[in-house]
């Protein structure tokens, strides 16, 4: 499955709805990253996302703040972006380094601006199937699997990784098209033997080659959300692509989905919190 076919046509979809926004209100939509220490992969990823949002013609603000920055500086900065009416989403780049409390950190950024999905009432939306902003990469994921036209209703997906930003939603999100969802983790036992019932796996569980070809049963649709040094996914790609009817690569699948996801939610919301309707 190609994630980054699929992508280009979400960030072209974000970049005309973008020129909307601007065409109708003088506005340019806008994105606001707030980066905290010096992770060298962090600021990769916040140089990509920037790149995406002026490609797609909208603003890209990064607010970096040092590492030894306390809760309450982090907070305060984030709220102060969410009182700015020309901020129209607001990105926490994680990891953040500790001691800082990460989710009061998350919980800052007002629901409406959360284009990330990273607070409990986006979670709590999309638990209950209600309209809301999704994590990127499981709404990343599933944008994917229809574009491929992967059935969900009545399908066992298994789901490893239970991460708020990751393994629970995509598990909601299943649930609310109707498949069974088996959701697993470090603890869970007997994985292999519940990975072969799966019609449908999601890969989140941060282990390089972690999945076997072998555990995996004919036909089966993969996606491996993934992503370890040496551009290596979760799953034993070159084993599990004997028997997968479909599998994603690492790199090329779900990565570029999650930022283009990103970038069209951001438009979606500039264009909801201007009054448009798009």
Same mark, same amino acid.
Not at 122 to 147: D, H, K, N
Not at 232 to 255: W, Y
């Given at each position: 499955?190609?994630?980054?076919?699929?992508? +280009?046509?979400?960030?072209?979809?974000?970049?005309? =709805?973008?020129?909307?926004?601007?065409?109708? /209100?003088? %506005? @340019?939509?806008?994105?606001?990253? %707030?980066? %905290?220490?010096?992770?060298?992969s962090? &600021?990769?990823?916040?140089?990509?996302?920037?790149?995406?949002?002026?490609? #797609?013609?909208? +603003?890209?603000?990064?607010?970096?703040?040092?590492?030894?920055?306390?809760t309450?500086?982090?907070?305060?900065?984030?709220?102060?972006?969410?009182?700015?009416? &020309? *901020?129209?989403?607001?990105?926490?780049q994680?990891?953040?380094? +500790?001691?800082?409390? =990460?989710?009061?950190?998350?919980?800052?950024?007002?629901?409406?601006?959360?284009?990330?999905?990273?607070?409990?009432?986006t979670? !709590?939306?999309?638990?209950?199937?209600?309209?809301?902003?999704?994590?990127? /990469?499981?709404?990343?994921?599933?944008?994917?699997?229809?574009?491929?036209?992967?059935?969900?209703? !009545?399908?066992?997906?298994?789901?490893?990784?239970?991460?708020?930003?990751?393994?629970?939603?995509?598990?909601?999100?299943?649930?609310?098209?109707?498949? @069974?969802? /088996?959701?697993?983790?470090?603890? @869970?036992?007997?994985?292999?033997?519940?990975?072969? !019932?799966?019609? %449908?796996?999601?890969a989140? *569980?941060g282990?390089?080659?972690?999945?076997?070809?072998?555990?995996? =049963?004919?036909?089966?649709?993969?996606?491996?959300?993934?992503?370890?040094?040496?551009?290596?996914?979760?799953?034993?790609?070159?084993? &599990?692509? =004997?028997? #997968?009817?479909?599998?994603?690569?690492?790199?090329?699948? *779900? !990565?570029?989905? @999650?930022?283009? /996801?990103?970038?069209?939610?951001?438009?979606?919301?500039?264009?909801?919190?201007?009054?448009?309707?798009?």
């Amino acid at each position: 499955m190609d994630g980054k076919a699929l992508a +280009k046509r979400v960030r072209q979809n974000a970049a005309a =709805k973008v020129d909307r926004i601007r065409q109708a /209100t003088g %506005v @340019t939509a806008a994105l606001a990253t %707030v980066l %905290v220490g010096n992770d060298p992969s962090s &600021a990769t990823y916040v140089r990509m996302k920037r790149k995406r949002c002026e490609d #797609a013609g909208m +603003k890209s603000l990064c607010v970096e703040l040092p590492e030894d920055s306390t809760t309450q500086q982090v907070v305060a900065e984030i709220q102060e972006l969410g009182q700015d009416p &020309a *901020v129209h989403g607001i990105l926490v780049q994680h990891p953040v380094p +500790k001691p800082i409390d =990460k989710r009061a950190a998350f919980e800052a950024i007002p629901i409406e601006k959360d284009v990330d999905g990273v607070t409990s009432g986006t979670l !709590g939306r999309v638990i209950l199937g209600m309209p809301s902003f999704v994590a990127c /990469t499981p709404a990343g994921i599933v944008a994917l699997l229809r574009e491929y036209n992967v059935e969900f209703d !009545g399908a066992h997906a298994v789901v490893i990784g239970r991460s708020p930003i990751l393994g629970r939603p995509m598990a909601s999100m299943l649930i609310n098209a109707h498949a @069974t969802v /088996t959701l697993c983790h470090s603890r @869970t036992r007997s994985l292999p033997d519940i990975i072969r !019932g799966a019609d %449908v796996l999601i890969a989140a *569980v941060g282990k390089p080659r972690f999945v076997q070809g072998e555990w995996l =049963k004919p036909g089966v649709v993969v996606v491996d959300a993934g992503y370890n040094p040496g551009n290596i996914g979760d799953v034993d790609f070159d084993e &599990a692509v =004997k028997v #997968a009817s479909m599998i994603t690569p690492v790199p090329g699948g *779900v !990565g570029p989905m @999650t930022i283009a /996801t990103l970038i069209d939610q951001t438009a979606d919301a500039a264009a909801r919190q201007l009054g448009l309707n798009l």
